[in-house]
């Protein structure tokens, strides 16, 4: 099938045409300011490819570091009412204690905490109370609020007073924009809340960008499948995107490791992306990111995003290099290696310079490099690559040598076999990996259960939410041959009788391709919505 | 010696890494103890021998399963408020406030009490480190009685305990802790100054902020910060920081069970091939062992860091996938004696096997490589 990816970051915008396994075409266009202007011109180059071909394009698929780059600015947030349900616990702790001065202050100051939520136990930990509601509603009018973010004490296991608190929100207030924190993220109050702060912060920067991506994608003739991309690299839906833009935080790394998946035809790898400051290492297992649980600060706010495990080195291509060669980085011209390194004319030694004078590399001006002894040289490149051989050890799954894939500029630094790499291969297109890691994601569909393996075997409850999960991922858009596990999370719950886990199964699947008949404005409902459909609370089998 | 909100980042992360896993989630602890320090502009940290013989001083701390902190927040005016209430109690003023446990979130929990009632607290704890239960602590250990001690939980609810001896509290307020929410504030072991002198394991408070700052300043993985972390033991009560392994968490599981988080760590090498490293947990990391050899076990201390920063990992924070540098130190003296090693051994966990000081473990123990 044809389709197009899209990686909207901040200062480039890349599209690729895609059919089947190879890449038609590939372009590189500036990131505009209004967002589509950007898109259009890529848009233009790469159906450029040939006439008419608008009609035969399946589906587009846009990756963006937009929201990141929002929350990390502190730029385009609105103003959000913060309401933890969990009085009388954290007195004196309210939603967003211990937050950068800045981004609390974008977000306004408007903190609410109600009575009610659950123990560990299932226990109620209050009631909810009726005239806090009511005081809420009441504020939120006054103070003409459109965005909302709800908290409550162990909504994982129990989300109904989030529930509640937002059905009765909307009934009174249609207008206003709600996140509901068990919709978001997992165990650990602060952090989730932090999350569904953030993504609600961003509901109406979301509803404008993703519109303009939306338009230009359709002022271009394209009147096909649109999904964005997600951290976990799966796609969601306009849709879906237009309520949770927080799930595409960190979708950035995610692209580019699926995309030097798709370039280099390996899904045991790993991938080492080298730009101008740093090195991102990542590993694929099974085609896909390996994702890290650690706690992840998004522009300062502590979330727990399930994100790809990524180990960031400070060696790019404009590290600097210390007398002698014997250090590089992780101090970096960045951006500014064009003016600032010395084949560009500049003063400072960069690590692209050494790749320069190793004759790796025919970047700006070798004649600019004269005087560098060789000693330097040699030293310098001895360190970048013990650097790299370091970083992968780390991260690498196994014992036994892994492939290595380069993708981005700084892959002129590696001028040897990695000693960790049992390959070492720098594919064509390496330099838009995040378009292709976005026009190869997958849709996701996911389910969820309180189960009593007392009462249904561990296996036979496994095949159950498997198949509910299958269901949700076709509904969603996924081609049902081609549906995998990715993946099967078992929760203990301790505190009930009989031996009772949350158990979660979460399948992937290609797209599937549009049915004879079918409109070209066909849009699936929400390509990962089961994800919060099926997050029930106490619901068994 | 004043402690003011500006020293509590270096005390928390001092007080992870001698948690040993245990002690309570720090992060919701200094959020409320930095607002409470700068509301009442600091807190007086007293040392040991500066103290009063004849003073009255009372051990205050949180007591549960670390998990539940993650959702059921503490409030900052509750540790005050069970201060007043065993006050009441015993009708009589408390004159300072003493640490349970130098770990995790207990470690800022007196200060946020001494703070909000105007007293000062007192540089020291009741262990050296975390653990789980009550006869564990120093100051049953040298004979001082639990009781009269009180409860109090999130809703203001409370419960006031005498008991005959230690372990017949330790299951009272167990089951409170399950009953109250999963987590409650504890004050107990109502003491004289001499009685606490001759108990207590002193410097704790100062000691783990400076253990925070060398974690801060020399910030990055155990090649980096192992020789400086040394010198600052080296001046202590504890021995010397040892590297046991460094690898990856290949397999973490817990539950609460009973009032505790209980599970097991498995850390294999970055390689995968080669030696494992397995962590029985019960709130803290109680033994390591590896293939099977004993490597470090209570009450030594077991310390998991962040490979990269350093950053000691609690219990409740540990997961799959997470690259770890683990260190064993040797415990202050007072818990190698005869008479605190029948509370702390590891047969005092349900472990098969007699406490073996961790210096005489290096055999099993994995070189830090270089490089």
């Known amino acids: 099938m044809l389709r197009i990816g899209i990686d909207v970051g901040g200062t480039h915008t890349d599209a690729i045409l895609l059919q ?115 005081s809420l509603i009441g504020d939120l009018k006054a103070r003409k609020l459109t965005a909302v973010a709800i908290a409550s004490a162990f909504s994982p296991m129990n989300p109904e007073p989030e529930k509640q608190v937002a059905r009765r929100i909307r009934e009174a207030l249609p207008h206003v924009r709600i996140t509901e924190s068990h919709r978001i993220g997992q165990l650990g109050i602060l952090e989730r809340e932090n999350a569904a702060l953030l993504n609600a912060g961003l509901l109406e920067f979301a509803a404008r960008v993703v519109d303009s991506f939306e338009s230009a994608i359709r002022a271009r003739g394209l009147g096909c499948r649109f999904f964005i991309s997600q951290n976990d690299g799966c796609l969601m839906d306009a849709d879906f995107a237009r309520r949770f833009p927080a799930l595409t935080f960190a979708s950035g790394p995610t692209n580019s490791l699926r995309g030097a998946c798709k370039l280099s035809g390996l899904s045991e790898a790993i991938v080492v992306d080298i730009g101008g400051t740093t090195s991102d290492i990542g590993v694929l297992r099974d085609g896909f990111p390996r994702e890290s649980n650690i706690v992840i600060d998004v522009g300062g706010v502590r979330t727990n995003f399930r994100m790809p495990d990524i180990l960031s080195i400070g060696l790019g291509g404009g590290s600097l290099v210390s007398e002698g060669g014997r250090t590089v980085g992780p101090l970096s011209v960045g951006c500014e290696l064009v003016t600032r390194g010395r084949v560009f004319g500049g003063d400072e030694l960069t690590a692209t310079d050494i790749a320069v004078a190793a004759g790796h590399a025919e970047i700006g001006d070798p004649e600019r490099l004269g005087g560098l002894d060789a000693d330097t040289v040699a030293a310098a490149g001895a ?61 996701g569909g996911e389910a ?43 929760t203990a719950i301790s505190y009930m009788p009989g031996n009772v886990v949350r158990l979660r199964v979460k399948v992937t699947g290609d797209i599937a391709r549009r049915k004879e008949g079918e409109g070209g404005q066909y849009q699936p409902r929400a390509a990962s919505s089961s994800r919060a459909a099926q997050t029930g609370g106490e619901a068994e089998l | ?16 890494f001698l948690a040993t896993g245990g002690g309570g989630d720090p992060h ?20 040991v021998d500066e103290l009063d013989d004849e003073a009255f001083v009372a051990a205050i701390g949180s007591v549960g399963a ?55 607290v007192v540089d020291g704890d009741g262990m050296g480190r975390a653990l789980p239960e009550a006869q564990m602590m120093t100051y049953p250990i040298a004979g001082i009685p639990s009781t009269p001690a009180i409860a109090l939980d999130y809703l203001g609810n409370t419960a006031t305990f005498a008991t005959d001896s230690t372990d017949t509290y330790e299951r009272h307020i167990r089951a409170m802790a399950q009953a109250m929410g999963g987590m409650i504030t504890t004050v107990e072991h109502p003491m004289s100054g001499k009685q606490l002198k001759s108990s207590v394991v002193p410097g704790t408070v100062s000691f ?3 253990i925070g700052r060398i974690l ?14 040394r010198e600052v033991f080296a001046r202590s009560l504890y021995g010397e920081p040892i590297h046991l392994f460094t690898g990856k968490v290949a397999d973490y599981s817990s539950a609460i069970i009973g009032g505790y988080d209980i599970g097991k760590a498995i850390i294999e090498t970055f390689h995968g091939s080669g030696p494992k490293l397995e962590i029985e947990v019960k709130n803290e990391y109680l033994l390591a062992r590896i293939d099977g050899q004993v490597a470090a076990s209570v009450p030594d201390l077991i310390a998991i860091l962040d490979f990269e920063t350093s950053t000691p990992i609690n219990a409740e924070r540990l997961r799959y996938g997470q690259r770890v540098t683990v260190l064993g130190i040797g415990c202050p003296a007072f818990y190698r004696r005869q008479k605190a090693l029948a509370r702390v051994s590891p047969r005092c966990f349900g472990f098969d096997i007699d406490y073996t000081p961790l210096e005489d473990l290096t055999a099993h123990h994995q070189p830090l490589l270089a490089g």
């Open chain 2, 208 to 210: 783990a902020t400076e």
């Open chain 1, 448 to 490: 969820e259960r309180m189960i009593s393996y007392e009462r249904i075997p561990r296996q036979d409850a496994i095949r159950e939410l498997t198949l509910a999960a299958k269901r949700n991922a076709e509904s969603a858009g996924a081609d049902p041959a081609s549906l995998l596990v990715a993946d099967i999370e078992e």
């Open chain 1, 20 to 134: 089947g396994g190879s890449v038609l075409a590939a372009a590189k266009a500036l990131t505009s300011r209004d967002v589509s202007s950007g898109i259009l011109d890529a848009l233009e180059e790469i159906l450029r490819h040939e006439a008419g071909i608008e009609q035969r394009i399946e589906a587009v698929m846009l990756g963006t570091t937009q929201f990141t780059n929002a929350v990390v600015e502190r730029r385009e947030l609105a103003e959000v009412a913060a309401v933890r349900i969990g009085l009388p616990s954290g007195r004196g702790i309210p939603p967003k204690t211990g937050w950068p001065e800045d981004i609390s202050r974008s977000l306004g100051d408007h903190v609410y905490q109600l009575h009610g939520g659950y123990l560990y136990d299932g226990w109620p930990l209050a009631a909810l109370d009726e005239r806090e509601i009511e």
């Open chain 1, 383 to 443: 360190e970048i690559h013990r650097m790299l051989n370091a970083g992968i050890e780390q991260m690498k799954p196994g014992s036994a040598p892994l492939p290595v894939v380069l993708v981005g500029g700084g892959a002129i630094l590696v001028r040897e076999p990695l000693a960790v790499a049992s390959t070492m291969l720098t594919p064509e297109y390496s330099g838009v990996a995040n378009a292709i890691g976005a026009a190869i994601a997958r849709i």
């Open chain 2, 66 to 120: 670390p998990t539940t902190s993650l959702e059921l927040l503490p409030s900052t005016d509750d540790p005050a408020k069970a201060l007043a209430i065993f006050e009441e109690h015993m009708g009589r003023k408390l004159d300072a406030v003493v640490s349970f446990e130098i770990g995790g979130g207990n470690s800022l929990i007196p200060l946020i009490a001494a703070a909000g009632r105007g007293i000062p």
């Open chain 2, 216 to 229: 801060r300043q020399r910030r990055g993985n155990a090649r980096r910060i192992l020789a400086p972390l």
């Open chain 2, 28 to 47: 919701v602890s200094l959020l409320a103890a930095r607002q409470v320090l700068a509301e009442h502009g600091g807190v007086e940290l007293i040392p």
């Open chain 2, 1 to 16: 010696m004043k402690l003011n909100a500006e020293s509590l980042p270096d005390l928390s992360s001092g007080a992870v």
